[in-house]
């Protein structure tokens, strides 16, 4: 089994910053890309960032220049710095994970159960 966690929402104020943080575990034979999607209330999810095995990163136009993604590979382990939070910013963060398990052969998408994050004005 594979589970898929995040951590390190809350509530900041505007222009503030937090740390969101991802960790997969379980019978990961190999993680492929992690990113960042997030949903707001009344909207559909939408991608925030994403960076590849090699490190390569790719970031929404709404969040370039303030939030950063980076990843621990020995950890399984992926994090979404977010710089000069906008109350636009608030969402649930959900993080999801491709990997292929030790008993697949193919790889699949897995999801985590999502941190809020609130911004206030």
């Known amino acids: 089994q594979v589970r898929v966690a995040e951590s390190g929402g809350g509530l900041v104020q505007s222009g503030g910053s937090l740390r969101l943080s991802c960790a997969a575990s379980?019978?990961?034979?190999?993680?492929?890309?992690m990113g960042w999607y997030r949903q707001a209330p009344g909207r559909q999810r939408e991608f925030v960032a994403v960076?590849?095995?090699?490190?390569?990163?790719s970031y929404a136009d709404s969040v370039k220049g303030r939030f950063t993604i980076s990843r621990a590979s020995a950890k399984n382990t992926v994090y979404l710095q977010m710089n000069n939070l906008k109350p636009e910013d608030t969402a649930d963060y959900y993080c999801?994970?491709?990997?292929?398990?030790?008993?697949?052969?193919?790889?699949?998408?897995?999801w985590g159960q999502g941190t809020q994050v609130t911004v206030s004005s």
């Open positions: 999801k994970a491709i990997l292929r398990q030790l008993s697949s052969i193919g790889s699949e998408d897995y």
């Open positions: 379980g019978n990961i034979f190999r993680l492929y890309t």
């Open positions: 960076i590849s095995s090699g490190g390569n990163t």
